[in-house]
């Protein structure tokens, strides 16, 4: 088992098998991109990936991220022939994710106001009263 941390970074990267340090370290560029996404909240978290031993293996690379954003856990899987593209694979997935948890942090519902006839303000203002007339 290799592990992989960049200085000052809180998601490791680990590798299962025969995996080379020019992969591993092709994955942890491609992951820290997609989570380098300006206004996001604290992140931290693990990438394994794995090489399988049999060589008959359609797609022998996988690759899982346990990602925390915040208070959001992001799961991802890949499956893929290579390294790279697992990589690239799990970057995309990454930050279809992370795109997601940030836009959801920035439409959060917020709490309204109570309604005027309940004592809120009104911004709507009434339609002016036009006195009656007695004919």
């Known amino acids: ?9 809180t998601v490791r990267v680990r ?3 025969d995996v080379g340090v020019e992969d591993l370290q ?4 491609k ?10 909240p604290a992140v931290s978290g693990e990438v394994r990936i794995a090489r399988a031993a049999a060589h008959h ?8 991220a346990e990602i925390r954003v915040g208070k959001t856990a992001v799961l991802v899987r890949a499956e893929e022939a290579t390294a790279h593209e697992l990589a ?3 970057a995309d997935r990454l930050r279809v994710q992370v795109e997601r ?5 920035g439409t959060a519902r917020r709490s309204a106001g109570p309604p005027p006839w309940r004592g809120g ?12 007339r007695d004919i």
């Open 1 to 9: 088992m290799t592990v992989h941390e960049a200085p000052g970074s």
């Open 15 to 17: 590798a299962d098998g």
């Open 26 to 29: 092709y994955v942890r560029v």
């Open 31 to 40: 992951v820290e991109a997609a989570l380098a996404r300006p206004g996001l």
């Open 57 to 64: 293996a359609g797609l022998p690379w996988s690759a899982g």
């Open 88 to 90: 690239d694979r799990l």
């Open 101 to 105: 948890v940030a836009d959801r942090a």
């Open 121 to 132: 303000d009104s911004d709507v203002q009434a339609a002016p009263q036009v006195p009656s």
